[in-house]
């Protein structure tokens, strides 16, 4: 009883360090739209928007002419990537330009197939960034600006397919590279949050990334953390070619926060911050299964592929989740029990992992409000989190041994 106890009392302590971690992680601050408008710089830099997309017919026409829109004062031109779609992708965006009045902002490029030791996204958007002009030699890239009024952007906008973007989202994004001289500046787009599922899960999903990439730590040039979120990158095209152009990160399937790993490492700010409308993603996770394919892709690739992070991880998101959900319940039962003469256990011991599960549930919902306040969702759903941290701990289960079986792979891996 009295190793329980103790377990319980660690569950505590972990979620009282989380609640007075100096860098707050809990607390879904920054926000790029709450904070001050940067001033207006003396001139507009040029910028390439890459768009890497593989089958995106659905999401294009409600995505591509807010980028083709864009109050953008300086030069930009948007370059979606087919990357071997097969549902008439180019077509669809080419159609969306026209009807947008904006054909001659959009180029399309053919992706071609993918090299040995590449993954998808990232190859599409090094052809991308090639076809722009940037002067690194990536497996054979060969740039090609003849078409383009830009030659070698200033700023390249890597962005989704599926992300919808204000008017004034570049516009914002480089006033704030400008003035702060940003390498690389990341907003994490808003993500979509309103089936049963989304409400459980997403809060969630972006709780636990803020957990693992404190944003003010990110946004620190001395520490060491380094975060994007791969939807909305603004990058300094000096900075890429420093870093060697996307072959630097070919083979990495979370590409973002590798991304920001290597820009970090040169010594150079970067800015990883929440948007609350300016970005937003359109993506759909309507079902427990849809959250859970999208987390199983890369939970284990977070953890380094290693099966000694992972027990790490279980032990850890058991001590979180698990334990005081069980001590409550658990706990609640024994007392029952022993009103009742069921068992000889002293009832104190009963009382001590009910109050000890209620507390660590009880700093659980504080953290966490934040959270779902963010999303819009009613205060109770502070409460759910313990439930949502068994659902990714089992999804992180998944991912590993879909990993040991070769399972699960999809366009950004391949």
């Keep these: 009883m009295a190793i329980c106890a103790v377990l319980g009392a660690m569950s505590i302590l972990i979620w009282l360090g989380v609640f007075l971690h100096p860098a707050r992680p ?41 980028l083709l829109q864009q109050d953008y004062p300086g030069n930009f031109a948007v370059i979606l990537i087919d990357d071997r779609s097969t549902d008439g992708t180019a077509d669809i965006a080419r159609q969306v330009a026209k009807r947008a009045g904006a054909r001659n902002r959009l180029t399309v490029i053919s992706g071609t197939s993918l090299p ?23 497996d054979g890239l060969q740039s090609e600006t003849a078409e383009l009024q830009i030659r070698t952007p200033q700023y390249f906008l890597l962005t989704d397919a599926d992300i919808l973007h204000s008017s004034t989202s570049l516009r914002r994004l480089v006033a704030e590279s400008e003035k702060d001289r940003l390498a690389l500046n ?17 809060p969630a999903f972006v709780f636990f990334f803020n957990l693992l990439y404190p944003m003010r730590r990110v946004n620190n040039q001395h520490s060491a953390v380094a975060a994007a979120a791969g939807g909305c990158v603004l990058l300094a095209s000096p900075a890429l070619e420093r870093a060697g152009g996307f072959a630097c990160i070919k083979n990495k399937t979370i590409d973002d926060v590798s991304l920001a790993q290597q820009i970090k490492t040169l010594n150079l700010p970067i800015r990883l911050t929440l948007s609350r409308h300016a970005v937003e993603s359109l993506r759909t996770y309507d079902s427990l299964a849809t959250v859970w394919a999208m987390v199983r892709r890369t939970a284990f690739t977070e953890l380094r592929h290693s099966w000694l992070r992972l027990a790490g991880t279980i ?22 029990m022993i009103m009742l003469g069921g068992t000889n256990l002293s009832l104190p011991w009963s009382i001590v992992f009910i109050v000890e599960g209620l507390c660590a549930w009880m700093l ?39 990993h040991i079986a070769g399972l699960g792979l999809g366009w950004r891996d391949r």
């Design 26 to 66: 809990w607390d879904f601050q920054p926000v790029g739209e709450d904070e001050d408008s940067p001033p207006v710089p003396q001139t507009w830099p040029s910028v390439c928007v890459l768009v890497p997309a593989r089958n995106e017919s659905e999401s294009l026409p409600n995505t591509l002419p807010a």
């Design 186 to 202: 990341s907003r994490m787009a808003r993500l979509r949050c309103i089936s049963s599922a989304e409400h459980l899960l997403i």
């Design 364 to 402: 659980i919902a504080l953290v966490y409000r934040p959270a779902v306040l963010f999303f819009g969702l009613s205060g109770w759903w502070s409460w759910m989190l313990p439930f949502a941290g068994i659902l990714y701990g089992a999804m992180t289960i998944d991912s590993a041994f879909r």
């Design 315 to 336: 032990i850890g998101l058991t001590l979180m989740f698990l334990l005081p959900l069980f001590w409550v319940c658990g706990g609640t039962i024994l007392t029952f």
């Design 116 to 138: 040995e030791g590449w993954v998808g996204k990232v190859w599409a958007l090094a052809q991308g960034a090639a076809y722009c002009g940037l002067q690194i030699a990536d």
